[in-house]
């Protein structure tokens, strides 16, 4: 593990499930490997994947904002923010970055421009498919303005834990879930305004082509060069 994370110092390991993984298995895994980046036993890495229909709820999640019509499973993510939802359709991507060192434009030890960060991958990454994504004051995530209603929409969340320094967590963008089940939960616990895709915004696009996007926005926004790795069945 050692030798590995000297090849990578300048890079960042970049990992794809093919399966859908469970979110408690996927919990453990970061905790797992936040511990492991923190000791250098390990190379920061992106982790890539999907989950099966899952609520999760931040800790500052509300009682009254999960409905849950469908039974779905529900579990304390351990990060900030309130209720979200993870399912097919959805690339969730997990951060793995040992912050007490730059990334690019990022200082070190600065969580706020981290999440900037983050925040700037997701809107280069959407501009690749002509989508503008935007930021809102008071708002957590990225906004698009729906071209045929005018309404103001959510498509991609940002949910973000740092423990002793290392950042795990991470983003989620819609590429074409099931918007239904989004009514199971006030989405990060704001009521007046609702949730897209970019099949609802008329981008017929894969997952493949999202992984794509991301990957080639990487850089521009944390100045490492993704480095990928044989995909993860686990």
């Given at each position: 593990m050692g030798d590995e994370r000297a090849m990578t110092e300048?890079?960042?390991?970049?990992?794809?499930?093919?399966r859908k993984v469970p979110y408690p298995d996927?919990?453990?895994?970061?905790?797992?490997?936040?511990?492991?980046?923190?000791?250098?036993e390990q190379a920061e890495h992106v982790w890539l994947l999907e989950h099966p229909p899952t609520y999760t709820a931040g800790t500052s999640?509300?009682?009254?904002?999960?409905?849950?019509?469908?039974?779905?499973?529900?579990?304390?993510a351990g990060r900030g923010g309130q209720w979200t939802y993870h399912g097919p359709g959805q690339r969730v991507c997990y951060v793995m970055l040992d912050l007490t060192r730059p990334h690019g434009p990022v200082p070190a030890r600065d969580v706020r421009a981290y999440v900037h960060a983050l925040e700037e991958w997701l809107i280069a990454t959407?501009?690749?498919?002509?989508?503008?994504?935007?930021?809102?004051?008071?708002r957590v995530g990225v906004w698009v303005v729906d071209p045929v209603t005018g309404a103001e929409e959510k498509i991609a969340a940002i949910g973000v834990r740092v423990s002793r320094w290392v950042s795990w967590h991470g983003v989620a963008i819609n590429v074409d879930p099931d918007l239904s089940d989004f009514g199971g939960i006030v989405p990060c616990g704001i009521r007046e305004?609702?949730?897209?895709s970019l099949r609802k915004l008329g981008h017929e696009v894969s997952m493949a082509d999202v992984d794509r996007a991301l990957r080639e926005s990487w850089s521009e926004c944390f100045g490492s060069v993704p480095v990928e790795r044989e995909y993860l069945e686990a």
């Amino acid at each position: 593990m050692g030798d590995e994370r000297a090849m990578t110092e300048n890079n960042i390991l970049w990992e794809i499930s093919r399966r859908k993984v469970p979110y408690p298995d996927a919990l453990a895994r970061m905790e797992h490997d936040a511990r492991a980046i923190r000791a250098g036993e390990q190379a920061e890495h992106v982790w890539l994947l999907e989950h099966p229909p899952t609520y999760t709820a931040g800790t500052s999640a509300r009682p009254e904002d999960l409905f849950n019509p469908s039974g779905y499973p529900t579990w304390p993510a351990g990060r900030g923010g309130q209720w979200t939802y993870h399912g097919p359709g959805q690339r969730v991507c997990y951060v793995m970055l040992d912050l007490t060192r730059p990334h690019g434009p990022v200082p070190a030890r600065d969580v706020r421009a981290y999440v900037h960060a983050l925040e700037e991958w997701l809107i280069a990454t959407l501009r690749r498919f002509d989508v503008t994504g935007e930021r809102r004051e008071g708002r957590v995530g990225v906004w698009v303005v729906d071209p045929v209603t005018g309404a103001e929409e959510k498509i991609a969340a940002i949910g973000v834990r740092v423990s002793r320094w290392v950042s795990w967590h991470g983003v989620a963008i819609n590429v074409d879930p099931d918007l239904s089940d989004f009514g199971g939960i006030v989405p990060c616990g704001i009521r007046e305004h609702g949730v897209t895709s970019l099949r609802k915004l008329g981008h017929e696009v894969s997952m493949a082509d999202v992984d794509r996007a991301l990957r080639e926005s990487w850089s521009e926004c944390f100045g490492s060069v993704p480095v990928e790795r044989e995909y993860l069945e686990a």
